[in-house]
């Protein structure tokens, strides 16, 4: 009897050996688990927080009343196809962009590009747009418009339109502001 005891006593130690390690193993995998959660939680925490300092530094960057906002639009296939389009304001070249053949593509299809973002003081101001490309029969053409405008206290938009003149079979360049 004592040699059956010695080996159910045996037995149950090298059960036991076995079994333990892998109750630790699933204690640790729900810690393991628990832990991605907590991770997966604090992640969605700082996008939502990266988001909401993006805005505030915004808004404190462009304050609504010193706003100005810049659009490009095309209005369909024109005579012009567009390379690269630089911006200035007050004398000061503010952008300069490249357009690859999607964007180009995009516009024609109606899309609207912001193009620009400036702060600007209540008062006078000129702003003045140059389109590069290639124009009728595939020549070269840089073509500039140029506007003036009073800046108040409300936000400010203005739209550089591309649009052809079926009559002139040339591309027409205006810039107009938004109400």
Excluded: C
């Excluded at 004592?2 to 810690?31: C, E, H, Q, W, Y």
């Excluded at 964007?103 to 702003?127: C, Y």
């Amino acid at each position: 009897m004592a040699s059956i005891n010695k080996k159910m006593l045996f037995g149950i130690g090298l059960l036991l050996i076995v079994v333990m390690p892998t109750v630790g193993l699933a204690a640790d995998k729900r810690t393991f688990q628990s832990l991605d959660e907590q991770v997966e939680s604090l992640k969605k925490e700082v996008i939502s927080i990266n988001r909401e300092l993006f805005i505030l530094e915004e808004e404190l960057l462009f304050p609504a009343n010193t706003q100005t906002f810049f659009f490009l639009s095309m209005e369909g296939d024109t005579y012009f196809s567009l390379d690269s389009v630089e911006l200035t304001i007050d004398g000061k070249v503010v952008s300069n962009y490249l357009y690859t053949d999607r964007e180009v593509a995009a516009l024609s299809k109606g899309g609207v590009q912001k193009l620009h973002v400036e702060n600007l003081k209540k008062g006078e101001h000129e702003v003045v747009v140059i389109f590069m490309g290639q124009g009728p029969n595939g020549r070269d053409y840089r073509r500039g418009s140029s506007h003036r405008f009073k800046k108040e206290f409300e936000p400010k938009y203005i739209e550089f339109k591309i649009s052809e003149s079926q009559q002139k079979n040339q591309p027409e360049f205006a810039i107009k502001e938004w109400e």
